[in-house]
C-alpha cells in the first residue's frame, strides 16, 4: 500500500458473463471498441463441478456466480481449495424469494426446504465451496446498487490483511413479476476479478484503488451504457474496459453517495 | 490482527432492551421464549420476540423505510446512548471516516411478504411497497447511516447465522487498510414468516423453548435482536478495562447447504484461525459463547469441533436458550453479551437445558457462573457452511 487508504493488487484472471457478453477474451474486444456491442440473452451455464445431487438445487443466480468465478480462474493456475473469495450482489436470488413469498401468501406456507436453504444470500458462496472443496473464508454482501465497488473493497482489504490471493465475484438475475416492476434490472450478469497482492506473472493489470468524490466513468456504447445503469454488477464495466485497452489510466466506479471508488490501472508488461 | 476497542456498544432482545436490562436477565437466568403467536403464523414453535417493536416511532424522513427491521433499528440505536456516541465519533473523526458495516439474514423481507397478500387483480405489488428501503439487504446500513450522518464507506453482511459475527472481520480490514478511522459494527434481524415457515419446512425448529446441548434437544427457537458496536484502534484514552476484538476466524464448510460436517472441521478451522489472529493458544480462552442453536447435528458438530481445538473442558454455553436464535443479529448479539461477560464477570447459564449431553463432552453451563474473565471466544456458524469465530478480551495483552 502506497498511501493512506490506497488499496493495490493485481488483476490475474477475469470472469465475464452478461447479455451478449460470453467471456473476457471476447467481451475485452467488445469494450476496446475493436467489435460492435451486440445484445443476447444471458446463459449461465451448468455447473458440471458440483455433486450431481447439488447441480440439481442450484439456480441461475448460483449457476452464473459459479461459471463467473471459474472463468476467472481458468488458465492461471490458483487452487481454488485454499482461496479466499468474495460474493458481492445486491439481490441475491429473486426467483427463489418471489416463490416463497407466493407460497407464504397462500394458506398453506408450505413452502420448500432446499428453496428455503437456498434463499440466503450467501447460497453461491456456499455452493462455490462445495464444488472446489474450499473451506477457505468466503463472504457475501450487499451494497444496493454500489455491491460492485464494496465487493472489490471488501476483496482488496482481503488481499491486504492476507497477503494471499482473493476470488471477488459480483453478479445478479433478474426478479421476476412483480418483483421485477420495483427492482428492474436489466438482466443477468456476472463479473469475477481474481486478485493478487503478489507481484506477480501473467497478471493482465495492477489495480490501485482508493475512495473519492467525483462523478463515475460511463461508456460511450449507449447499449453498454444502460447496461451499466442497469444491472449493479456491471458498474464494474469501466474498469474492464480500462484493463481491455491495455494503458495506464484511472476509472471512478459507482459506490455510495458521496463515495466512489477511483481505481488506477497499470497494464503488466 | 490488531486490537480494536469496543468503544460503546448496544443490544436489544427478547430478554431486554439495553445491556442493563440484558445483564439483569442474564444473571437472573431469565429467558425469554414464548409459544408463537407473531403476526398470523400458526406453527406449534417458540419464539424470542422483542415487545413493542411494531410502536416504535418512525421520523417521517424515513418513512419509504417504515419495517420491522428498521423499527427495531431505531430502537436499539436510541439505547445506551449508542447514536449519541456515533454522533462524537463524528466530530472527532469526520462523517466519512467512519465506516457501516452490518449483518442480517432475512432484512426487511416481511414486507415483501405482506404486500405479496395485497397484490392487485393484475398481480402488482401494491403501490406503497417499497422494496429497496425495505427488504433490500443493504436497507439496513442505508438506514443506520441515513439516522446517524455517516458518508463513510458501507455494506451489509449476509452470510445467514454468520453474517453479524463476519462484520468485526472485516470492519477491521477496512480500519487497517485506512479506509476509516472507526466502524459501526453490528446485526439486526427480525421475525418473518420466510424464516418461521423456512426452518418448520426443514424440520428445525422444536416445539417448546429450544434445549441446546440437552440429550433431548430437538431445534431452534428463532428469535430477533439489533445489536450494535463502536469499532476504534486503541489509544491513550482508551480506558483500561475496555473489552478489545482481539481475534476473528472466517471459514467454510464445503460441505452442506443446512447441515454441518459432522465433526466440525470447518468451526474448527474458525476457531483456530481466531485464536492465531488474536496470538492466543486454545488453554488461554476461559468462557465460549458457543453457537448452540439446539438441533441436535449443530450441537453434535460443534461440540465435537470444541473439543478438537480445546482438547481440555472450556466453560462454555448457548444463550440462545435465553433469547433465541436470532440468526443473522446472533454474532453481535452474542459478540455484546461476551461483552457483558467480560465486564461483569459471568459466564451466563445455558437456560432451558436440563443437563449437557454427556456424549458431547463439553463443560457446559446449566447455572450462572462467576469469574473474574479476561478473554472469551464467541462461535457463530450458518448456512452455506460460513463459519465465524470472534474473540474478544479485556485489558488485551495483561495477564490475569
Redesign the interface.
Known amino acids: ?1 502506497s498511501a ?4 493495490s493488487a493485481a488483476v490475474r484472471g477475469i470472469g465475464l458473463l452478461g447479455p451478449g457478453l460470453v467471456d473476457w477474451p471476447s467481451a475485452a474486444a467488445v469494450l476496446e471498441g475493436k467489435h460492435p456491442y451486440q445484445y443476447a440473452a444471458t446463459t449461465a451455464p451448468a455447473p458440471a463441478l458440483l455433486p450431481p445431487a ?1 447441480r440439481r ?1 442450484t439456480g441461475e443466480t448460483v449457476r452464473l456466480a459459479l461459471a463467473a468465478g471459474l472463468q476467472a480462474l481458468a488458465g492461471t493456475s490458483t487452487d481454488p481449495e485454499g482461496l479466499a473469495t468474495v460474493f458481492a450482489s ?3 436470488d429473486g426467483a427463489i ?1 418471489h416463490e ?3 407460497t ?2 397462500t394458506d398453506q ?5 432446499t428453496r ?8 453461491a ?3 462455490w ?2 464444488a ?13 446498487d ?2 460492485f465497488a ?1 465487493g472489490l ?2 476483496a ?3 488481499t ?2 492476507s497477503a494471499a490471493p482473493v476470488l471477488l465475484v459480483a453478479y445478479e438475475t433478474v426478479y421476476p ?3 421485477h ?3 428492474p434490472l436489466l438482466d443477468a450478469f456476472a463479473l469475477a476479478l481474481l486478485l493478487d497482492p503478489r507481484p506477480t506473472a501473467g497478471a493482465c493489470a495492477r489495480l490501485q484503488a482508493q ?1 473519492v468524490q467525483e462523478a463515475a466513468d460511463t461508456l460511450d456504447d449507449p447499449a453498454l451504457e444502460r447496461l451499466r445503469t442497469g444491472v449493479p454488477a456491471a458498474r464494474g464495466l469501466p474498469l474492464l474496459r480500462r484493463i481491455a485497452r491495455g494503458d495506464r489510466g484511472r476509472v471512478v466506479l459507482d ?5 466512489r471508488l477511483a481505481v488506477t490501472v497499470t497494464p503488466c508488461p | 490482527m490488531k486490537p480494536l476497542a469496543l468503544t460503546h456498544f448496544t443490544a436489544t432482545s427478547a430478554i431486554g432492551r439495553g445491556l442493563e436490562a440484558t445483564l439483569t436477565a442474564l444473571r437472573a437466568e431469565r429467558g425469554a421464549l414464548s409459544p408463537c403467536a407473531f403476526e398470523t403464523a400458526t406453527l406449534p414453535t417458540c419464539i424470542g420476540a422483542v415487545a413493542d417493536v411494531d410502536s416504535v416511532p418512525v421520523p417521517r424522513s424515513l418513512a419509504r423505510y417504515d419495517s420491522r427491521n428498521h423499527r427495531l433499528t431505531l430502537l436499539a440505536l436510541e439505547t445506551d446512548g449508542f447514536a449519541a456516541a456515533v454522533r462524537q465519533a463524528v466530530l472527532r473523526y469526520g462523517a466519512m471516516r467512519i465506516g457501516v458495516l452490518l449483518g442480517t439474514s432475512t432484512s426487511g423481507m416481511l414486507e415483501t411478504e405482506l404486500a405479496y397478500r395485497r397484490r392487485t387483480a393484475d398481480g402488482a405489488l401494491p403501490s406503497t411497497f417499497e422494496y429497496g428501503a425495505t427488504h433490500n439487504s443493504y436497507a439496513l446500513a442505508d438506514v443506520v447511516r441515513r439516522v446517524l450522518g455517516l458518508e463513510g464507506p458501507a455494506t451489509v453482511i449476509s452470510t445467514a447465522c454468520s453474517s453479524s459475527a463476519k462484520v468485526f472481520g472485516a470492519a477491521a480490514r477496512m480500519i487497517e487498510a485506512g479506509l476509516i478511522d472507526a466502524a459501526l459494527v453490528g446485526g439486526v434481524d427480525s421475525l418473518c414468516l420466510t424464516t418461521l415457515y423456512g426452518f418448520h419446512a426443514l424440520q428445525l425448529t422444536s416445539p417448546q423453548p429450544c434445549r441446546p446441548f440437552d440429550p433431548a434437544r430437538d431445534g431452534i427457537s428463532i428469535g430477533e435482536a439489533a445489536a450494535f458496536a463502536l469499532l476504534e484502534p486503541p489509544g491513550p484514552d482508551t480506558p483500561p478495562a475496555t473489552v478489545m476484538l482481539t481475534g476473528v476466524g472466517e471459514s467454510s464448510d464445503a460441505y452442506h447447504m443446512s447441515s454441518p460436517h459432522p465433526d466440525g472441521l470447518g468451526a474448527q478451522a474458525a476457531m483456530r484461525r481466531a485464536l492465531a489472529a488474536a496470538g492466543l493458544t486454545p488453554h488461554q480462552i476461559e468462557y465460549i459463547n458457543l453457537h448452540g442453536t439446539g438441533t441436535p447435528s449443530n450441537d453434535s458438530a460443534e461440540a465435537r469441533a470444541v473439543t478438537a481445538v480445546f482438547e481440555r473442558p472450556v466453560p462454555s454455553s448457548s444463550t440462545k436458550g435465553a433469547t433465541g436464535h436470532t440468526l443473522g443479529a446472533a454474532g453481535a448479539l452474542e459478540a455484546v453479551i461476551c461483552a457483558l461477560a467480560l465486564r461483569s464477570g459471568l459466564m451466563p447459564a445455558g437456560l432451558n437445558t436440563r443437563y449437557a449431553d454427556p456424549s458431547l463432552g463439553l463443560e457446559y453451563l446449566t447455572a450462572n457462573r462467576h469469574a473474574p474473565l479476561t478473554r472469551v471466544l464467541s462461535n457463530s456458524f450458518g448456512f452455506g457452511g460460513s463459519n465465524c469465530s470472534l474473540v474478544l478480551e479485556r485489558c488485551a495483552g495483561a495477564r490475569p
Open positions: 500500500m493512506r487508504g490506497e488499496l447439488e438445487r445486491s439481490g441475491g424469494c416463497i413469498c407466493s407464504l401468501a406456507r408450505d413452502i420448500s426446504p428455503f436453504h437456498n434463499s440466503v444470500h450467501n447460497a458462496s456456499g455452493y465451496s462445495i472446489v472443496h474450499s473451506m477457505a473464508p468466503s463472504t457475501a454482501l450487499c451494497a444496493y454500489g455491491s464494496a473493497l471488501e482488496l482489504t482481503q491486504l490483511a413479476e412483480p418483483l416492476a420495483q427492482r475512495l459506490y455510495l453517495g458521496p463515495l
